[in-house]
């Protein structure tokens, strides 16, 4: 029988992905069989199993940190918001259908049996299951039929501890509250706390967590003092782009983990419905490149010497949003002065002539035109396109892997111009000046060698590392940060037994 530990937070983004990785690189260090799961995802950040399924980016390098191949039980519900008020459903990495909002709650308790056969495999094979919840379980509006906080944590009996920003301020307040607003059947759960994101003198807090011991009676398992390189692991979903710090710098990390001036900017279009703009994470971690998000509102830089159109959940609902903003016109006149363009996936859509949704895909069918800056057109089509690929830069360029997530097919006399050859055939396009590409490859700029080749032609020479072993030293580092901070044998302890449900 595995172990089993359940980290929930106060809300959102307060941290428990990244600290469900670093104790996952943890407790494998001391021999442990570990593996990630969670239950319930929300995020448009995904990314493809060697067995063709999607499943959340967070989870796919928790995997990595268990260093372990990432598997679709790690992640058995996915939800993709396509808008406001619906969102694509995948169980066991393929997609079900889609939900409104409201449709998708009466139907929840449904996929809970999906949930519990996925945690059964997981637990099967391991010593130690380490869950993510999502959200809150203080949503009490949420709690009827919950799969993904403690609807989960009650079904299995799973011992839950929660963790708390101190960064976004109000932290007392959001366990102590938490706890009151818990049940008590839920309150018998959670077994302790964890203060997270905590910047300066950590006894300074001595007295809060007294404080927060004294209303709640849940034991501190420690404060984790906040961690730049942490900021190297992909983000979980879009959130962290409405942090104004973040969109006014360079991406994320170059402004905390570099001291060098970058010599190249990067523009990205910050789209409505963007998705897997981890791709951007290489690129980013570069000491001569600034990647920055340009949020809606905000003409893009005219000294920007790439352009990246990113991924889309909803192309065609975005192509009317980037539209919307100026961008496009941005956009031309930045080919015109000789700037260079990059689509990546629902990007590449963009780039072309016009998207066709005869089949109402995305929406009601239609069908609009694109920026027009590649001779090619895209019909949007009900398959989803899911695997992983290897290839190089075309002709005979440095190799390169990755993976596809999208629907539609694009034609047209742009592909003679490939940009990638994928298991040997050209794939993409390019513009006839060759300043213009796209393609439907995600993570095309963790190999080291094909994103040197990449900056290369825009002027930046020198080796690139390749970001798999970025992500190994950041996970290396976050563990180490927690085992300096944590009480990872008082986690253990309180950690439960998973015993199999009847039936």
């Not at 949503?139 to 920003?165: H, K, Q, S, Y």
């Not at 971690?285 to 509102?297: H, I, L, Q, W």
């Not at 009317?320 to 590449?348: E, M, P, Y």
């Not at 800056?373 to 899911?386: F, G, N, Q």
Request: glycine fraction near 12%.
């Amino acid at each position: 029988m595995a172990a089993v530990l359940m980290l929930q937070g106060t809300g959102s983004d307060v941290g428990k992905s990244v600290l469900t990785a670093g104790l996952a690189r943890a407790f494998t260090r001391r021999g442990l069989t570990v593996r990630p799961f969670k239950p319930q995802n929300m995020s448009n950040n995904a990314a493809v199993t060697d067995a063709g399924g999607e499943i959340g980016r967070a989870q796919w390098v928790q995997a990595v940190a268990c260093r372990v191949a990432p598997s679709v039980d790690m992640n058995p519900v996915l939800l993709k918001p396509q808008s406001d008020l619906g969102a694509q459903v995948v169980v066991h990495g393929r997609v079900v259908g889609t939900a409104e909002a409201g449709a998708y709650q009466a139907r929840k308790g449904e996929l809970l049996g999906a949930v519990l056969e996925s945690f059964a495999r997981l637990a099967a094979e391991a010593d130690l299951v380490l869950v993510e919840g999502a959200g809150s379980p203080a949503e009490t509006n949420l709690r009827a039929g919950d799969i993904a906080n403690m609807g989960f944590a009650a079904a299995t009996g799973t011992p839950v501890v929660l963790v708390g920003d101190i960064d976004r301020g109000g932290v007392i307040a959001a366990l102590v509250g938490t706890h009151a607003v818990l049940s008590t059947v839920d309150r018998a759960l959670v077994k302790g706390f964890i203060i997270n994101k905590f910047r300066g003198d950590i006894r300074l807090f001595d007295d809060g967590l007294v404080d927060i011991v004294r209303r709640t009676g849940w034991p501190s398992f420690g404060v984790v003092p906040w961690l730049v390189e942490a900021r190297r692991l992909p983000a979980e979903d879009a959130v962290v782009l409405d942090d104004p710090v973040v969109l006014g710098t360079p991406y994320l990390i170059q402004s905390e983990l570099s001291m060098v001036s970058p010599k190249l900017l990067v523009a990205v279009p910050m789209l409505s419905r963007i998705a897997n703009f981890d791709d951007l994470d290489p690129l980013a971690a570069e000491p001569d490149v600034a990647v920055r998000f340009v949020p809606p509102g905000t003409p893009l830089p005219a000294d920007a010497g790439l352009v990246v159109l990113p991924g889309s959940k909803a192309t065609l609902a975005d192509l009317r949003f980037l539209k919307a903003q100026g961008w496009d016109i941005d956009i031309l006149a930045h080919v015109r002065r000789g700037g260079r363009v990059l689509g990546l996936c629902g990007g590449f859509q963009m780039l072309g002539r016009s998207i066709a949704d005869p089949d109402g895909i995305e929406g009601p069918p239609e069908t609009a035109a694109g920026l027009g800056l590649i001779d090619v057109e895209t019909r949007l089509e009900p398959a989803k396109t899911l695997r992983r690929v290897a290839g190089s830069a075309w002709p005979g360029g440095p190799a390169l892997t990755g993976y596809e997530i999208h629907n539609g097919v694009t034609a047209g006399d742009g592909l003679a111009r490939p940009f990638l050859a994928l298991d040997g055939q050209p794939h993409g396009a390019t513009s006839a000046d060759g300043r213009v590409a796209g393609c439907y490859v995600h993570g095309l700029f963790e190999t080291g060698a094909f994103r040197g080749h990449f900056l290369a032609g825009l002027g930046l020479a020198g080796e690139r590392p390749d970001q798999a072993a970025r992500l190994e030293a950041a996970l290396d580092g976050l563990a180490a940060h927690l085992e300096a901070h944590l009480d990872l044998d008082g986690l253990l302890a309180v950690a439960g037994s998973y015993k199999a449900l009847p039936g």
